[in-house]
């Protein structure tokens, strides 16, 4: 059972580390908030919010198709956690640092705030083969989307359309959206200008070439990317599932043009994504340096 005032008495000083530590990371680089924000999620999808994805094994989960040369944000991690030890040694655990992390980062790009649970304990394995499984891919269609959110923690259509709004922030690799540019369901315009950075032909040369998840406001987190769904403007396959006749293109058209239910919907998800599987108690431990078990 997570509670929002574990480390009150503790580490009285642990959330606002945090935040400064967030602040001056977003404001050096904005991309890092997304980074940051999308740690969580990975580490959350892949057998809960234990820290699992921080954990730098060489054949542990950094080095999987979803994950490598794709996450950045640890050295932030490892910094805040340093500047912890520091004040509380043993006391916070780095699943709840980037929970933390997390939520400041949204605040820091102008979304909504929420109260994080805390209390959430760090593994001590990798789980390289469940990154692979549960992790949604952005070939993925509607169906499967609904399905792998609706396995963690039963988080429903409406939840991850909400979660998948973190797409208005952050960056995506030529090799996740390729594909998508010579499918029917996209703003020709806006392919056109996407196949300058990344042509159809394979190639080293382009597969790393980075384009916005939202082309309209790629360093705010507001709800540009739901009216890019309408206007066949998703960046990835599987963004525009979204909105593409299917179920959820209600739930997209709501987002679309009531910003305050889409950041109350966004708050509740994170919670609940926040609360998928953690190790409590006495299970798992408090990392001293969280990219290695202790
Ligand atoms: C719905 C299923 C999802 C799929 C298929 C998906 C897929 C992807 C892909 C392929 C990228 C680009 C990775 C790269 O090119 O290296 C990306 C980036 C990102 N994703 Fe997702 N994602 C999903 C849901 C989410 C959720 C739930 C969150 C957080 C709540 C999230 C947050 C982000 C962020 C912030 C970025 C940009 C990261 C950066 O710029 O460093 N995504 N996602
Ligand atoms: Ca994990
Ligand atoms: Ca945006």
């Known amino acids: 059972q997570l509670s929002p005032t574990f480390y009150d008495t503790s580490c009285p000083n642990a959330m606002s580390t945090i935040k400064s530590a967030v602040n001056a990371a977003v404001a050096q680089e904005a991309r890092m908030g997304a980074s940051l924000l999308r740690l969580h999620f990975h580490d959350c999808f892949v057998h809960g919010c234990d820290a699992s994805v921080l954990l730098n094994d060489m054949n542990g989960e950094q080095f999987t198709a979803p994950n490598m040369k794709s996450l950045r944000g640890f050295g932030v991690i490892d910094n805040i956690k340093a500047q912890i030890e520091a004040l509380c040694p043993q006391t916070v655990s780095c699943a709840d640092i980037l929970a ?3 939520r400041d980062s949204v605040v820091a790009l102008g979304g909504p705030t929420w109260t994080v649970p805390l209390g959430r304990r760090d593994s001590t394995m990798s789980f ?17 989307l609904i399905a792998a959110f609706k396995n963690k923690n039963n988080l429903d259509p409406t939840d991850m359309v ?13 090799t996740t959206f390729r594909d998508h540019l010579g499918e029917s369901n996209i703003n020709s315009t806006f392919a056109a200008s996407l196949r300058g ?11 790393d070439n980075l384009a916005p998840l939202d082309t309209t406001t790629p360093n705010t987190f507001d709800n540009a990317y739901y009216s890019n769904l309408l206007s066949q403007r998703g960046l990835l396959h599987s963004d525009q599932e979204l909105f593409n006749n299917g179920s959820t293109d209600n739930v997209v058209r709501n987002f679309a043009s009531n910003p305050a239910a889409f950041s ?9 994504m926040g609360n998928i599987s953690p190790l409590t108690g006495t299970q ?10 202790n």
Do not use: N, W, Y
């Not at 950075?197 to 597969?207: H, L």
């Not at 919907?265 to 994170?270: C, E, N, P, Q, V």
């Open 264 to 272: 109350s919907a966004f708050a509740t998800a994170m919670v609940k």
């Open 162 to 174: 909400a979660l998948s709004g973190a797409h208005t922030i952050g960056q995506a690799r030529c």
């Open 128 to 144: 390289p083969a469940e990154a692979l499984t549960d992790l949604p891919a952005p070939t993925s269609s509607l169906q499967e």
């Open 197 to 207: 950075i990344c042509p159809a032909a394979q190639s080293a040369s382009t597969d």
């Open 284 to 293: 798992g431990q408090i990392r001293l340096s969280c990219s290695k078990v």
């Open 100 to 102: 933390v992390a997390a």
